[in-house]
């Protein structure tokens, strides 16, 4: 899932990146709702989770909420206040367009199955219209689902198809999750770098090289119909028979 996380520099964001860097999601960090709104209308995000701790930054936040979503093409907007935030207040922030909105501290587990059940429901109701969300398309339990169709497994991060099965690194599941986003298309490398790579600032071409190489083995192994083909001086493709039978 690609994520954007508008944060403040401190602990309590530093935590969270780390936790859903874990969970194998692609993290674009902004340390301002003015470079957060900046970055959440330059590429689809599944999901802006925004950070407002200090009190003082509630007039901001609802003054960005309304537009935040539109801005974003439908994405899942979760807000999280301070400790000291009244229910009257997180109602409010809801009012102003957020679809979840939690206080400070939290439980993680809560807030990203809270997350991904509010994608589920955007699926069913068509996507976002700017891209459909990750969820959408490629997890085990989603809401589309193409007979013995490529798929990801969040929980035990695998990718799978129809029976087989082949284990994933975080960084091989993000190659994969991104090219999912665009099967039987060519993907470039540079977006791929973005999206698997989202806290490098330089890597080099040879490095996604070498992961969809091992990834191919891993495919290969399992005996699994689905391919990830090179774009002579572009990138690459995932291709499947399952994608080209659906879309007859």
């Known amino acids: 899932m690609r994520i954007l996380l508008i944060s403040p520099i401190h602990a309590e964001g530093a935590w969270l990146q780390k936790a859903l860097q874990e969970s194998a999601h692609s993290l674009q960090r902004a ?36 537009g935040l979503s539109k801005v974003t093409s439908g994405a899942t907007i979760i807000a999280v206040l301070g400790i000291a935030a009244s229910a009257s207040e997180r109602s409010k922030v809801l009012r102003a367009g957020a679809d979840a909105c939690f ?25 976002a219209q700017g891209g459909q969300p990750a969820q959408a398309v490629q997890t085990a339990s989603g809401a589309r689902s193409v007979q013995n169709a490529p798929q990801l497994d969040a929980g035990t991060r695998e990718i799978v198809e129809g029976a087989r099965r082949a284990d994933l690194t975080r960084r091989e599941y993000l190659l994969v999750e991104c090219l999912l986003r665009q099967t039987n298309m060519p993907v470039p490398r540079d977006h791929m770098i973005r999206y698997a790579w989202p806290e490098k600032d330089d890597i080099d071409a040879s490095t996604v090289n070498l992961v969809v190489s091992r990834l191919r083995r891993k495919l290969a192994r399992q005996g699994m119909d689905v391919r990830i083909e090179t774009i002579s001086r572009y990138g690459y493709q995932l291709t499947s028979p399952s994608f080209d039978r659906d879309a007859r």
């Open 103 to 127: 206080r400070y501290p939290f439980s993680f587990i809560e807030m990203h199955e809270r997350m991904l059940a509010l994608l589920r429901t955007t699926a069913v109701c068509g996507g």
């Open 31 to 66: 340390e301002d709702l003015r470079d957060g709104w900046f970055v959440a209308g330059e590429e689809p995000f599944d999901a802006v989770i925004v950070m407002a701790l200090d009190g003082a930054l509630l007039p901001a936040l609802h003054g960005i909420l309304p």
